[in-house]
């Protein structure tokens, strides 16, 4: 019987407890997912993107992008994204890269939360690397999809996700391509 009780006053306790714990999340008195992506506004922001450190090559890359882009109309935006990256690996000279691209961005208002947007973005440009000993410029396009969340009404955190190419003016040159991962931040400036 004892334990009958026992686990009865337990159960109970624990009722009360996790309804004890129950948080409210706070509302926005706005839509801040639509607010800010009007015609007439600015983005400035940027990212950061194919960080990493390979055990097997003894490499590490960092690549940063600011961006800044005016909304032409609602929900689409244009602008200019410059970037700058450095690849070290053991033993070799450093990479210093660099990119200089215009963009076009979409705001789908499909999926769209009191706090978010998904968006597809395209950009075509120019890219190049610099080691000590040689230089290269190539013409580069990036295809990607993401999503701004917004912390604020005029600051959102971003993921984006997408497909990067460049090839080498040179006639024997290749081309590379593959997919990018990158976190970031914009600030929504109103009119």
């Known amino acids: 019987m004892k334990k009958i009780t026992l686990l009865a006053a337990l159960l109970i306790g624990g009722i009360v407890t996790a309804n004890a714990q129950k948080i409210e999340t706070p509302k926005l008195a706005e839509k801040v997912g639509t607010t800010p992506i009007k015609k007439g506004n600015w983005i400035v922001g940027g990212a ?14 960092i690549n940063l992008s600011p961006r800044a882009g ?15 990256g450095l690849q070290t690996v053991k033993d070799a000279s450093d990479i210093w890269s ?3 691209m215009p963009f076009a961005r979409y705001y789908f208002p499909e999926g769209a939360s009191e706090t978010g947007r998904f968006f597809g973005q395209g950009a075509v440009g120019i890219s190049g690397a610099e ?10 396009f990036a295809l990607n999809a993401g ?3 917004f ?17 080498s003016n040179q006639a024997s040159a290749s081309a590379h391509n ?9 600030i929504f400036l109103g009119k």
Do not use: M, P
Request: net charge negative; aromatic share 16%.
């Open 178 to 186: 593959g997919l990018g991962l990158s976190v970031g931040f914009q």
């Open 131 to 140: 080691t000590s000993n040689s230089s290269d410029t190539s013409f580069a």
């Open 151 to 167: 912390v604020t009404r005029n600051v959102a955190l971003e993921a984006i996700v997408g497909y990067n190419y460049s090839k």
């Open 70 to 84: 005016y909304f032409i109309s609602d929900g689409i935006a244009v602008g200019l994204e410059v970037g700058a």
């Open 147 to 149: 999503y701004s969340h």
């Open 98 to 100: 660099y990119k200089v």
């Open 48 to 61: 950061l993107g194919s960080t990493g450190y390979s055990f097997e090559d003894k490499s590490f890359n």
